[in-house]
């Protein structure tokens, strides 16, 4: 357990022993987090295009990103949809590196019945209080190579072998390795684990609402208007966000402007990395179409807990004067 994604993020750019002059391949379209535990490191950033179906790295455009200095592929399941993990791990083994699955979004979501995080080498989940299931803050370092284990423990510990200690395996702890405060406190854990308690009613509620907007929105989709969220056929969904692609970022911006006259919180989600203030300056690569494409026309739907299904209703029924309208 950490205090954080970012944390556990951190944690794993250390446990790969990331140095100045390694690169690592990360998605564009993703959160900051994702990319800075790298670039504390000292890593060059090799941003990845998006796929076209959905939001998540297109893993045909992989190979040609890889060179001598690659050591890590980090792939995000967005929305809590899976990356296709097979094309990713053979291209990982075939060029001995390691892939990282930015997770935060996918709890209790799998891949070919496998659950997510459990197959790239590391793992990072969420609990910040956008996601499924909450603690504030908090998150976690899945560890599937038990190369890791003893030394993650020590990062986790400031750097040092204080759980060896307390476990009676050395007399003293000592300041060993580098490491950080990375462990979340005991109410942070306590939080989180009455709501691990309430998983399965969680999930069936979220599944519900997103089973909704499908539903409602799905003649938009069938008349050109907007695009659904697409779930390939290796993938479940866990119900953590649903979201629609508009026309264009005016079409956008304006049905925005519609919801929020209407009541509704209605947000877009990132914006494409490689274009960032901090590192447009230093991107060298290709033009990454669909991540811009993404950062231009998705549109966050409300989607939370205690959110009835007639209030969708309403937020469909919204939309569809919205687009009824132009």
């Known amino acids: 357990m950490t205090t954080s994604c970012t944390d556990a993020l951190e944690m794993a750019a250390i446990l790969i022993d990331i140095k100045p002059g390694d690169e690592v391949i990360i998605p564009s379209f993703t959160f900051v987090s994702t990319v800075n535990a790298f670039v504390l490191r000292g890593a060059k950033i090799v941003f990845a295009d998006s796929g076209i179906i959905n939001p998540n790295i297109d893993e045909e455009k992989l190979a040609g ?54 197959l790239g080498h590391l793992a990072a989940f969420s609990f910040h209080e956008t996601k499924n299931v909450i603690s504030g803050e908090g998150g976690m370092l899945v560890i599937n190579d038990r190369k890791f284990i003893k030394r993650a423990e020590i990062i986790r510990e400031k750097g040092t072998n204080r759980s060896a200690f307390f476990r009676g395996e050395v007399d003293k702890y000592n300041w060993v390795d580098i490491g950080s405060s990375f462990l979340p406190s005991d109410i942070i854990s306590a939080f989180l684990y009455a709501q691990l308690e309430n998983l399965d009613k969680i999930q069936k509620k979220r599944i519900q609402l997103w089973e909704r907007y499908y539903k409602n929105l799905l003649p938009l989709e069938r008349s050109h208007r907007i695009r659904l969220p697409y779930l390939p056929d290796y993938a479940t969904n866990n119900g953590h966000l649903f979201y629609i692609l508009c026309g264009n970022l005016k079409q956008r911006t304006e049905l925005i402007d519609w919801l929020r006259s209407d009541g509704i919180c209605a947000v ?24 811009d494409m993404y950062s231009n026309t998705l549109l966050r739907l409300p989607m939370y807990f205690e959110l009835k299904l007639t209030d969708v209703d309403h937020i469909c029924s919204s939309i569809k004067k919205f687009y009824d309208a132009i």
Not at 97 to 107: C, G, H, K, P, R
């Open 268 to 291: 877009f989600h990132y914006l494409s990395l490689h274009k960032s203030q901090y590192y447009r300056k230093l991107y060298k690569g290709v033009p990454l179409k669909n991540a």
């Open 65 to 118: 990103l890889i060179n001598k200095r690659t050591k890590a592929i980090v792939v995000v399941h967005y929305g809590g949809v899976a990356v296709d993990m097979d094309k990713v791990m053979k291209l990982a083994g075939k060029n001995k590196l390691y892939v990282i699955e930015d997770a935060a979004q996918s709890i209790d979501s799998y891949y070919r019945g496998k659950p997510l995080g459990s």
